[in-house]
């Protein structure tokens, strides 16, 4: 019995946080009406609920069942007697009715951590309403149209792509290359839908700073074709590029004190000092930005950057390159970890740093010749990346990313020299 009598008591106080909630919003959106349910009525359903959950154990196994079922159908008769007076039937306040149920069902099976995180994220959703409202009014048809699209190369194409290697070298992993098109779509998508949600210099800005946890690269390429597809947001599109690069150096860190602190130790001044050109370029943006940034109006009449054969082409080419490090490492074999670094920087850091960081920690190689390494890969890799700003960025953008990375490249170059 003390199990129950806690389960009830957890189960009416998360069923009141909902009512209150319920009930304040209702007073604040109908002032001077009562609340159709409030904390008690709430607290109620959670205690029915679990105990509910308790005849279910220890009477008849389906009673659990036919409690819900029973308030399913009072709430809907409920909602059908007030749809025939007022417009709004309430809809919400009946789904988080049965959502109070089922947590008086989770508390009292010994999920009151699960029930808790669960009434918290309710309690969120509901306070967004207005937010909400406001964003969804935001995003035309086409927008609703195109996170679908994004929504099926993710969830459906993704887990069907083959996760092995194929053709010469075992360079092609369909679900690498597919994996890739995702990150390039998704990037310039959720840029998009960043901006439309707070504005184009924080929203852009956001983008380019998860961007860079994700790839670099990606990054640059997606906010290079939205620097085109949206006039006016060259500046801000630089500014992402150059903070995605800026995360890449800490990922970069990251990974090599996980595996290996010798080959961080040398590399991690140098990582500081790669760092300063971005750092600078990004207090200098926002102080511009300060005096006087693009309106946030306009990205209400731009189209949505979202376009799935430029992602596919940067696939291919990556491809391709993977086949080229393979090429390379098979050719030059030991001799060349220099070239394979080198290679290695025009698709993937990630991979070379970790290999190289391993190779150092498992004695096979000097810390010093990994640490240059990866800083090759890392100058290489920031030369693709002014490239790609060059050649598909807006005029605005071109000359920004150009100036970081090219000092990034020298400063990379030097490092390699002297580490």
């Known amino acids: ?73 009072f709430l809907a008769l409920s909602l059908r007697h007030k749809a025939a007076r007022e417009r709004d039937v309430g809809l919400t306040t009946s789904a988080v009715g049965l959502a109070t149920y089922l947590l008086g069902g989770l508390v009292f099976h010994g999920y009151s951590k699960v029930a808790t995180i669960i009434t918290i994220s309710i ?4 306070a967004s309403k207005q937010w909400l409202h406001a964003l ?93 597809a949206i006039p006016g947001t060259g500046r801000l599109c630089a500014l992402a590029v150059v903070l995605a690069c800026g995360v890449m150096l800490v990922r970069i860190a990251v990974l090599v004190g996980a595996v290996s602190m010798p080959t961080l130790e040398l590399l991690a001044p140098w990582l500081v000092l790669l760092a300063v050109p971005a750092l600078l370029f990004a207090a200098w943006s926002w102080r511009q ?14 189209r949505n950057p979202l376009s799935l054969p430029v992602a596919i082409q940067f696939a ?54 990994a640490a240059r390494a990866v800083l090759i890969a890392g100058a290489v890799n920031s030369l693709l990346k002014a490239a790609l700003a060059i050649t598909l960025g807006d005029r605005t953008m071109r000359r920004p990313v150009a100036l970081v990375l090219g000092c990034t490249v020298i400063l990379a170059g030097a490092a390699a020299w002297l580490v």
């Open 1 to 73: 019995m003390p199990e129950l009598l806690q389960a009830l008591v957890t189960s009416a106080a998360l069923g009141a946080l909902l009512g209150l909630e319920r009930q304040w919003s209702w007073e604040r959106e109908s002032p001077g009406e009562e609340a159709v349910a409030g904390v008690r009525t709430f607290a109620l359903w959670a205690i029915m609920g679990t105990l509910c959950a308790w005849f279910g154990r220890e009477v008849q196994p389906a009673f659990f069942l036919a409690g819900f079922a029973a308030m399913t159908v």
């Open 289 to 302: 930005f300060g005096r006087g940034h693009p309106p946030d109006g306009a990205a209400r009449e731009v």
């Open 316 to 369: 291919v080419l990556y491809a391709l390159i993977v086949l080229l490090v393979r090429w390379a490492n098979d050719v030059f074999g030991g001799a060349g970890l220099y070239w394979a670094s080198f290679f290695s920087g025009l698709t993937d850091l990630d991979a070379i740093t970790l290999s190289l960081s391993q190779l150092a920690r498992d004695g096979k190689i000097p810390p010093d010749e």
């Open 123 to 126: 309690l969120l959703l509901l």
């Open 136 to 228: 969804s009014r935001r995003f035309s048809a086409t927008d609703v149209y195109q996170a679908l699209q994004f929504a099926a190369i993710t969830g459906i194409i993704l887990p069907l792509v083959p996760d092995r290697p194929l053709g010469p070298y075992g360079a092609f992993n369909p679900f690498t290359i597919w994996l890739m098109v995702v990150f390039v779509s998704g990037l310039g998508f959720f840029g998009y839908v960043a901006m439309r949600a707070f504005g184009e210099g924080r929203g852009i800005a956001f983008t380019g700073l998860l961007g860079g946890i994700a790839s670099s690269t990606a990054t640059t390429l997606a906010m290079s074709r939205q620097s085109r």
